[in-house]
């Protein structure tokens, strides 16, 4: 019997009795099977960790013990790397290198919020009266929906339950159905651990089913949500019936601005980072290559070179560099994305097909680039969340702000420059939640991470991102309590 629910400290099937059965998209082959979640599940999950957050069992557990569970947490990822890197490596499709990485980066978001667990007790607030003693406590949110993408599986939901744990909350874990073997992993650790039963569940399921009840269900208080924008709405507007908190990071269009006067080779070479590292399947990919007119023919030429030499493999091919995307079916978007363009008279300067002969049993999509692109093209307003760089030009500085802002996303972006007046100006005036200067793709889990405009509400990492799970409370006492005096006394 497949039991990988995990739902008030037990392992469960699915009240259905359903499975996945799940594949690997760089050949097909089977990873695994899975319990496959129904509404029911999600509800048993629900209820599971409101009782554990209504005994206090987790919340009550000092802030500083809460902190030493989390630092046990990394050590545990520590021992196990490569058991999780290799799981989500057969999940994904992605190189087993990359998920290597992604391990470290994990751990790291763990220590980071270990740290924080304990750091903000409260603060006294003066009440002008020695009488008073007025100060401000904060408190965990209650019981946390996560649902949580299949390109980082977990990594994204690290950033939810480091700091959902780390401030006393129960949650419950809903990762993206293709890829659930981390979030079994991970549950596997808090368990053996000694983390009370039902402060952290797990259902594994589509959203319809599994996910839809937490951002419904009055009992679940906030709903943390990574993903794509459509469903971002709809889990927006499901949570407002029971005005819940939410956190949602949506995706981007991200600008990657190259001026004349960059270090050519380093921009160039940071493009292709920027655009195809993951086969593009990072919210935070810079997909639009905005580029200084001068150098546009002579950046772009080098670029389409250098993308056709870009070797496409499955997780244990030691010469790959990038992997397959997550199934056939997005694979198809992406193709139907770039053809669209195509039609809109955007140039095909490489890429556009599956691959050779080599790749026909995995969901193989060749780095692309698209030229001859204009603000306003389907191509740059959408995303393909694909290996798909567009191409545009600036002549002045104001143009370049104007094109990379000239989208209804906000999460990331990049100027290349060797004027240091002109990167911080530029960085200063674009409407995006990360700037880098001279670089892309490297983030600190001490910084925070989140967009501006349709890429999302609130923040994750950073001190803010543990705020997200925190609630503050005003708590006002009078040492001297008295008699106002204000109504009268009767038959006075």
Not at 169 to 185: D, V
């Amino acid at each position: 019997m497949t039991a990988t629910l995990f739902i008030d400290g037990q392992w469960v099937p699915a009240a259905s009795g359903e499975t996945r059965t799940i594949s690997c998209p760089a050949d097909g082959s089977e990873v695994g099977i899975v319990s496959e979640a129904g509404t029911a599940d999600a509800e048993a999950a629900i209820a599971a960790a409101k009782k554990a957050f209504d005994s206090r069992v987790w919340a009550d557990t000092p802030a500083a013990e809460r902190g030493d569970f989390l630092f046990k947490v990394a050590e545990q990822l520590t021992e196990r790397k490569d058991e999780f890197a290799r799981a989500e490596a057969l999940d994904t499709g992605k190189r087993l290198v990359e998920a290597e990485i992604d391990m470290d980066d994990i751990i790291a978001c763990f220590k980071h919020f270990a740290k924080l667990a304990d750091q903000d007790a409260g603060r006294v607030v003066d009440a002008g009266d020695p009488s008073v003693v007025s100060k401000v406590v904060y408190e965990p949110v209650g019981v946390c929906g996560m649902i949580t993408p299949w390109n980082f599986p977990l990594l994204q939901a690290a950033w939810k339950l480091a700091p959902a744990l780390a401030a006393g909350n129960s949650l419950i874990l809903k990762p993206a159905e293709l890829t659930p073997h981390t979030g079994i992993l991970i549950m596997d650790v808090f368990d053996k651990l000694g983390l009370p039963a039902g402060a952290a569940n797990l259902v594994t399921g589509p959203g319809a089913t599994a996910g839809a009840p937490l951002s419904t269900h009055p009992d679940v208080d906030l709903i943390s949500f990574t993903g794509g924008l459509v469903t971002g709405r709809k889990i927006m507007s499901s949570a407002s019936e029971t005005v819940k908190k939410i956190a949602l990071e949506l995706g981007g269009k991200n600008p990657n601005v190259v001026f004349a006067d960059a270090d050519f080779d380093a921009a160039v070479d940071n493009a292709l980072n920027a655009g195809f590292v993951d086969s593009g399947q990072v919210c935070s990919a810079g997909v639009r290559l905005i580029v200084e007119e001068s150098i546009k023919e002579k950046f772009v030429d080098e670029l389409v070179r250098r993308a056709e030499s870009i070797r496409m493999g499955g997780p244990f091919d030691e010469n790959a560099e990038t992997g397959p995307l997550i199934s056939a079916e997005h694979r198809e978007k992406v193709h139907a994305y770039v053809q669209k363009g195509i039609e809109e008279g955007n140039v095909l300067r490489t890429g556009g097909h599956f691959g050779g002969e080599e790749h026909k049993d995995g969901c193989f999509y060749a780095p692309t680039v698209l030229d001859n692109v204009k603000r306003g093209d389907y191509v740059v307003t959408e995303e393909s969340f694909g290996p798909v760089i567009t191409v545009e030009t600036f002549t002045t500085e104001e143009e370049a702000v104007e094109t990379a802002n000239d989208t209804v996303y906000g999460l990331a972006g990049a100027v290349w420059t060797s004027a240091s007046g002109t990167a911080h100006r530029v960085s200063s005036r674009l409407r995006h939640g990360t700037i880098w200067i001279n670089d892309y793709h490297p983030y600190l889990p001490q910084a925070e991470w989140g967009g501006f405009k349709q890429s999302g509400v609130g923040r994750e990492l950073g001190i803010a991102g543990f705020e997200e799970y925190r609630e503050a409370k005003h708590i006002y006492e009078n040492t001297a309590p008295a008699v106002t005096g204000w109504f009268r006394m009767p038959n006075q």
